[in-house]
């Protein structure tokens, strides 16, 4: 086997991210006992021992330590000099499967797409909305190339490229007086209803864990991961809390009143799997959803009505 197989050594940062064999099998989607052979194979040829194997899994040895150290800067040269050529090469086509959150819909997700149409008419866009826990496991399980993840969704065996970050908002109906003054405290997500979404969410995770700073519980009416909680929120069920984007996203239009939470943001990354390298198409649309998503100016203090909060 030879030491400069480059799919090798993904395979070996896969294991050496996942701290498994097993989970990292799992991620790349080939066979334990095969993987196992492979590392085994890639140690044989280097004369040296990478992992430790133990009851909980696999850690590095020190010339694993080193091996994963120069894999990673050598991969990240490679994929630096395949996309530079990709850009100088015939123009991509094919499919593309990729997922975004539906709230970075109309702030990204269509004007990227309008754009990508026009320069790449020869890839067709297969795009997967969903929560970020939803689209990260679909990244696991290889049925799309990237996504737009919340920054706090765990994975070392993404890779993760600096999106956009956001301030999020409490939204509530038309005319709501509590939302008066365009800016709430975290404080007031205990004194109002509140329509979330369930757990595992990264909003969710990020809602509680701003309340626990506080000292406050989120008074929580409904769970919903679909987009119920717009006409919910519109017929005065109670609040929700979404990033900006939402306001001229699943919101546009609707009038409801909207108010900046203080010291609440989220940041979402472009995420992909390290052991996997990105297409050309792939590439291309990174680019552009990057290009487009900032610098953002901050967003103005969003006022009672929805027509203000949306262009706010």
Same mark, same amino acid.
């Given at each position: ?57 696999? #850690? ?206 989220? #940041? ?10 990105? #297409? ?33």
């Amino acid at each position: 086997m030879a030491v400069d197989d480059l799919r090798l050594w993904r395979q070996f940062l896969a294991v050496a991210d996942a701290g498994s064999m097993s989970r990292a099998a799992m991620e790349l989607g080939i066979a334990q006992p095969a993987l196992s052979r492979k590392i085994g194979d890639l140690e044989a040829a280097l004369g040296s021992r990478l992992l430790e194997r133990h009851s909980r899994g696999v #850690s590095l040895t020190p010339a694993g330590e080193l091996f994963k150290e120069r894999a990673e800067r050598i991969l990240d040269d490679a994929r630096d000099l395949r996309e530079a050529v990709s850009a100088r090469s015939d123009r991509p086509e094919g499919r593309l499967a990729f997922g975004m959150p539906p709230s970075l819909g109309m702030a990204l997700t269509v004007p990227a797409l309008q754009r990508f149409r026009d320069d790449y008419p020869a890839v067709v866009p297969e795009v997967m909305e969903g929560t970020s826990r939803a689209l990260r496991d679909d990244l696991l399980a290889r049925r799309i190339e990237f996504a737009a993840i919340s920054a706090i969704e765990p994975g070392r065996e993404l890779r993760r490229q600096p999106l956009l970050t956001e301030d999020v908002y409490l939204i509530g109906p038309p005319g709501a007086t509590a939302l008066a003054d365009g800016h709430v405290t975290p404080e007031r997500l205990a004194d109002l209803p509140l329509i979330l979404t369930a757990r595992p969410n990264s909003l969710r995770a990020l809602v509680d864990q701003v309340a626990r700073a506080h000292g406050v519980r989120p008074n929580v009416v409904i769970e919903t991961n679909t987009r119920l909680v717009v006409p919910l929120v519109c017929r005065g069920m109670g609040y929700t809390v979404l990033s900006r984007a939402a306001l001229t996203g699943e919101f546009a239009g609707t009038g409801v009143a909207a108010a900046r939470i203080a010291g609440f943001q989220v #940041s979402w990354v472009l995420a992909s799997l390290r052991a996997q390298a990105l #297409s050309p198409a792939a590439i291309a649309l990174q680019h552009l959803l990057a290009e487009i998503a900032g610098p953002r100016p901050a967003p103005a203090a969003a006022q009672p009505q929805g027509a203000s909060a949306s262009s706010g």
